[in-house]
Each structure stands twice: as C-alpha cells, then as structure tokens.
C-alpha cells in the first residue's frame, strides 16, 4: 500500500490527527476550524479508496464480460449467416453449371441447324443467283 493511501485511511479514520494536519496545511486556523474541517472532511470524502477502486475494478470485470458474451453471440450469429451464404453460393452454383451446359446444347443444336440450312438451302440459293446472273446477261 502506498504511503498517501495509508495517510488518507488514517486520516478518514482520526479526526484529531484530521486537525493536525489541517494546522500544518493552514498556519493560521480561522476562529471557526469546524468550518476548514468540514471543508477537509467534504474534500476527503471525494477521495478514492482501495474499496472505491476495488468496486470500480468488478464494474469493469462485470462489464467486458457481458461484452464478451455479447460478442461471442454475434459471431456465432455471423457464422451462422456465413454457413448459410456458403450453402446459398454452392446452389447458384450449381444452377450456373446446369445452364451453362444449356448454353453449350443450344450451341450445339444452333451449329446443327445452320448445317442442315446450308446443307438444304445452299443449292436454292445458288440456283436462285444462277437464274438472276442469266436475266441479266440475256
């Protein structure tokens, strides 16, 4: 304990040891010392003690373990949210692969029938520009 704590205690306690120190603080008591002790007394009772601190200490152990659960409680809520946002992402995933091999069949039927156009409408066309290059040189 230090030596100003040890003073402090030993002067809330001592009430004529309270006035010797108030006579060597003050040189000259005024004629009513009760006043300057109650001054004393008043400014004392402000002071902190070991039991003051030892309460303030609890408060604050009392209040960052209520923050811990409280942050405790938040992240399991946000892993929670994050197992259930993995699990959405895996299913848009999966929906993004099944259309992407949509895509690829449409692919392949569009070059398929572009094939089959060619294939049946090539020799229309050929002929049809045949017919068109002989009316114009006749």
């Known amino acids: 304990m230090s030596v100003a704590l ?4 030993e002067l ?3 009430e004529a040891l309270r006035r010797r120190f ?6 000259e008591i005024p004629k009513e010392p009760d006043v300057t002790l109650m001054l004393i007394n ?5 002071v ?11 408060d604050l152990k009392e209040e960052i373990s209520s923050v811990r659960e409280e942050m405790e409680k938040e992240a399991t809520s946000l892993r929670g ?7 959405e992402i895996r299913a848009l995933d999966s929906r993004i692969s ?6 690829v069949g ?20 050929l002929a049809v520009i045949g017919i068109l290059l002989r009316l114009a040189f006749w």
Do not use: C
């Open 6 to 9: 040890k003073m402090i205690e």
């Open 12 to 14: 809330e306690e001592n």
């Open 22 to 27: 108030l006579k060597m603080i003050i040189p």
């Open 42 to 46: 008043a400014i004392l009772g402000r």
């Open 48 to 58: 902190a003690t070991k039991e003051d601190l030892k309460v303030t200490k609890e």
């Open 81 to 87: 949210e994050i197992v259930s946002l993995r699990e």
């Open 98 to 103: 099944s259309l992407e091999r949509r895509v």
């Open 106 to 125: 449409i692919e392949g039927q569009m070059s398929f029938f572009m094939k089959i156009f060619m294939t049946f409408n090539l020799p229309i066309l």
